[in-house]
């Protein structure tokens, strides 16, 4: 919790993973307050999957710890918080997410970099965001894949063009892990991590509507599209187990 003088949030653990309480409301505040404290801010967008892979992967799991912010996306995780300590999370769809956050960078005239996807994608992606947000300043894009040997060249750009938001898609080598491993090298303000949002905003991806993401059915399209991810029933109920535990054993 903040004191009286910063912008009031809440950060519950959920199986000892760090999520944090943020109403829409206070998204504003709390965007302002990163901004003024000048220094790097990794943002999360924590799935079920992501929590689960908190608990068991070292690296991933100080990631999240060290997070500036955790934001929930997964029905299953604001669910599990009211199950646990009866406290309601505010649930964000993730491209819903970036867009209130470049909206907040825009209204004050600050900047953002991108980072990932192919070429033609963030060609696109670049034009659709300024198009979208003219006041936002776009200073800087690379995409990827990128060979090993560009990495210290890309990082520098980023670097010296300050970003007040990077950027994160995939195409990067580690995917978000790579932001926590080049954290200290990369200067601006806040990093963000979104696996498909440069197809969407590029409109080669649909985000899922409003009504399956409310319902948290939004997974439902992605396992017609690969049936193996059907097999994740096995996990999720693992974690409900684990809320069991945790509720009847675990103070």
Request: aromatic share 10%.
């Given at each position: 919790m903040g004191d009286q003088n910063q912008p009031s949030r809440e950060r519950v653990s959920l199986l000892k993973v760090p999520v944090d309480i943020v109403t829409p409301d206070q998204l504003g505040p709390l965007v302002q307050e990163f901004l003024a404290l000048g220094k790097e801010q990794n943002i999360?967008?924590?799935?079920?999957?992501?929590?689960?892979?908190?608990?068991?992967?070292?690296?991933?799991?100080?990631?999240?710890?060290?997070?500036?912010?955790?934001?929930?996306?997964?029905?299953?995780?604001?669910?599990?918080?009211?199950?646990?300590?009866?406290?309601?999370?505010?649930?964000?769809?993730?491209?819903?997410?970036?867009?209130?956050?470049?909206?907040?960078?825009?209204?004050?005239?600050?900047?953002?970099?991108?980072?990932?996807?192919?070429?033609?994608?963030?060609?696109?992606?670049?034009?659709?965001?300024?198009?979208?947000?003219?006041?936002?300043r776009v200073v800087g894009r690379f995409p990827c894949p990128f060979k090993r040997q560009e990495e210290g060249a890309i990082i520098e750009a980023i670097r010296k063009a300050s970003p007040a938001l990077l950027l994160v898609g995939k195409g990067v080598r580690g995917e978000e892990q790579w932001i926590a491993r080049n954290s200290a090298r990369l200067g601006g303000v806040m990093r963000l991590w979104c696996s498909d949002l440069f197809d969407v905003f590029a409109e080669r991806k649909k985000h899922p509507s409003r009504a399956s993401f409310d319902h948290g059915l939004e997974g439902i399209g992605f396992c017609l599209r690969n049936p193996f991810r059907f097999l994740r029933i096995f996990p999720y109920m693992y974690y409900k187990l684990l809320l069991l535990i945790y509720k009847l054993f675990v103070k």
């Open positions: 999360v967008l924590l799935s079920l999957w992501d929590l689960l892979r908190a608990r068991r992967n070292g690296e991933y799991r100080n990631y999240v710890m060290k997070a500036a912010l955790v934001i929930p996306i997964s029905k299953s995780i604001v669910s599990g918080i009211r199950f646990l300590s009866g406290k309601k999370a505010a649930r964000y769809m993730p491209f819903d997410f970036v867009v209130q956050l470049l909206t907040i960078l825009e209204n004050r005239e600050f900047s953002t970099y991108l980072l990932g996807g192919k070429k033609r994608i963030l060609i696109r992606t670049d034009k659709n965001i300024r198009q979208t947000f003219p006041r936002l």
